[in-house]
């Protein structure tokens, strides 16, 4: 079984940042890909940003020059630091990983339970 265990969220006013983190454990073998998704009251679960084991990186249009995601392949962690936080970026924030368990096996999503960020206009 593979654990996403993520961190940093939190109330915060409009302007300001916050710094997530989520490191995956457990029976990994490889990671391809990992990232953030968010979902806000209402709405689908939308990609925030995502980056491949090779760094390149893909953010939404919404958070392009304000969000930032790195990956320490080490550690088994990603990072989404937010600047410039605006109200509609509340939401519950989910960690994903695409990864295999054994060489032998198929790529799968992983997710976190999720993480809020709440921001006050």
């Known amino acids: 079984q593979v654990q996403l265990v993520e961190s940093g969220g939190g109330l915060v006013q409009a302007g300001g940042s916050l710094r997530l983190s989520c490191a995956a454990s457990g029976s990994i073998f490889s990671i391809n890909a990992m990232g953030w998704y968010r979902q806000a009251p209402g709405k689908q679960r939308e990609l925030v940003a995502g980056?491949?084991?090779?760094?390149?990186?893909n953010y939404a249009d919404s958070v392009k020059g304000r969000f930032t995601i790195s990956r320490d392949n080490a550690k088994n962690t990603v990072y989404l630091q937010m600047n410039s936080l605006k109200p509609e970026d509340t939401a519950v924030y989910y960690c994903n990983v695409r990864g295999t368990t054994t060489f032998w096996a198929l790529p799968r999503d992983y997710w976190g339970q999720g993480t809020q960020v709440t921001v006050s206009s």
């Open positions: 980056i491949t084991s090779g760094g390149s990186t």
